[in-house]
T-cell receptor, first 113, second 115 residues
Framework: EADIYQTPRYLVIGTGKKITLECSQT?????MYWYQQDPGMELHLIHY???????EKGDLSSESTVSRIRTEHFPLTLESARPSHTSQYLC????????????FGEGSRLTVL | GDSVTQMEGPVTLSEEAFLTINCTYT??????LFWYVQYPGEGLQLLLK?????DKGSNKGFEATYRKETTSFHLEKGSVQVSDSAVYFC??????????????FGKGTLLTVNP
């Protein structure tokens, strides 16, 4: 069992609200990632981090921001949610050996009205 | 950049049928290749992987062989079960140098198995 947790699992919120999606892992992994999954199932890397105080943007431009103050915690924030942000957000971490195995959380499904 | 192309779904099969989901890749060099599975309401999990040409990855009755000649990594299972209903993703490392730290995923193939 992977020890990576996301909260909330589901969130319905109005336009203009600030939201933070939480992601925590207890495996001590340095590398963490946020993927956005569209309704057609396709995954897009939006942010990643290779350690504390390290964050980079992924392939898909996103208005969200991330921070990495602690190894185990990698929250994603949207300052002003819009309907176009409605999506499933998946957090993942990977082993330091770089084997390619990503451990995923169960996802946060965000709906912006 | 490196990429994978997998067959579009959805795929619908009866229990005990044979499954093939095609995946081909474009890459510089010979990266590791992966299949991930996403069961309903869950995140992705690694199903199997192969790290070099001619390697065969296997898990839970699924198999995939890394074929350099055809740049393919097709997923197969001889007899599917209802519990195999899920979305399947082919993936390879994102970085041109083959680093496994970031993965690029295919678009996913939805498999539904009927009793």
């Amino acid at each position: 069992e992977a020890d990576i947790y996301q909260t909330p699992r589901y969130l319905v919120i109005g336009t203009g609200k600030k939201i933070t999606l939480e992601c925590s892992q207890t495996m001590g992994h340095d590398k963490m990632y946020w993927y956005q999954q569209d309704p057609g199932m396709e995954l897009h890397l939006i942010h990643y981090s290779y350690g504390v105080n390290s964050t980079e943007k992924g392939d898909l431009s996103s208005e969200s921001t991330v921070s990495r103050i602690r190894t185990e915690h990698f929250p994603l924030t949207l300052e002003s949610a819009r309907p176009s942000h409605t999506s499933q957000y998946l957090c993942a971490s990977s082993e330091p050996r770089g084997t390619g195995e990503l451990f995923f959380g169960e996802g946060s499904r965000l709906t912006v009205l | 950049g490196d990429s994978v192309t997998q067959m579009e779904g959805p795929v619908t099969l009866s229990e005990e049928a044979f499954l093939t989901i095609n995946c081909t890749y474009t890459a510089t060099g010979y990266p590791s290749l992966f299949w991930y599975v996403q069961y309903p309401g869950e995140g992705l999990q690694l199903l199997l992987k192969a790290t070099k040409a001619d390697d065969k990855g296997s898990n839970k009755g699924f198999e995939a062989t890394y074929r350099k000649e055809t740049t393919s990594f097709h997923l197969e299972k001889g007899s599917v079960q209802v519990s195999d209903s899920a979305v399947y993703f082919c993936a390879l490392p994102h970085a041109p140098g083959g680093s496994n730290y970031k993965l690029t995923f295919g678009k996913g193939t939805l498999l539904t198995v009927n009793p």
